[in-house]
């Protein structure tokens, strides 16, 4: 079974330039969560869907992050424009039913540097 | 008050020995609490979850709540240099939090 996929790997980007994330989830996951992982921190939780519509977004910076995830499948996540403090790890989890209790399976990640 | 707080470390234990990591937790209607573990530069995997007061155990790993007291932890026995990893606690509430991690270090 392929795992959580996620591009790019590495991201550089200046301050106040944009940057998209991608991620495809494990075949036949519901759920759909995006998580920002700060060095020295655990992640934090910015999006979570079910199928194609949005369960939590409380902490997703509105103004200037946005996620969608079009058919249920596949997900972006764009910050614009981007910030200093959004230097981190970008990681996308899949679970295959929507509860917590299930287990989150996280994909590689993308590491993004805001200089 | 964080919702989730761990003692960051790093924790330094004998290969062979008894890891044992610590975990409270703020809101007391949390349900679902679960431990990670993440190696430097990878994604967290799911190590256990446990939902009742009391232990459960998986092979080396044992993972205890208790409700009253907002705590859980994990013991890892027989502690392999392999360990070595930032195990983080995470708890479902209203929302689903994870703590810093704590890191661990096996010596061989």
């Known amino acids: 079974e392929a795992g959580v996929a996620q591009s790019p790997r590495y991201k550089i980007i200046e301050k106040r330039q944009s940057v998209a994330f991608w991620c495809n989830p494990i075949s036949g996951h519901a759920t759909l969560y995006w998580y920002q992982q700060i060095l020295g921190q655990g992640p934090k939780l910015l999006i979570q869907?079910?199928?194609?519509?949005?369960?939590?977004d409380s902490q997703l910076p509105k103004d200037r992050f946005s996620a969608e995830r079009l058919k249920g499948v596949d997900s972006t996540l764009k910050i614009q424009p981007a910030k200093l403090e959004d230097s981190a790890v970008y990681l996308c989890?899949?679970?295959?039913?929507?509860?917590?209790?299930?287990?989150?399976?996280f994909g590689p990640g993308t590491r993004l540097t805001v200089t | 008050q964080k919702e989730v707080e761990q003692n960051s470390g790093p924790l330094s234990v004998p290969e062979g020995a008894i890891a044992s990591l610590n975990c409270t937790y703020s809101?007391?209607?949390?349900?679902?609490f679960f431990w990670y573990r993440q190696y430097s530069g990878k994604s967290p995997e799911l190590i256990m979850f446990i939902y009742s007061n009391g232990d459960k155990e998986d092979g080396r790993f044992t993972a205890q709540l208790n409700k009253a007291s907002q705590y859980v932890s994990l013991l890892i026995r027989d502690s392999q240099p392999s360990d070595s990893a930032t195990y983080l606690c995470a708890v479902t509430g209203n929302q689903f939090y994870f703590g810093t991690g704590t890191s661990l270090t096996v010596i061989p």
């Open positions: 989890a899949s679970s295959p039913g929507a509860g917590w209790t299930y287990e989150q399976y």
């Open positions: 809101d007391r209607g949390s349900q679902s």
């Open positions: 869907f079910q199928n194609n519509g949005v369960v939590d």
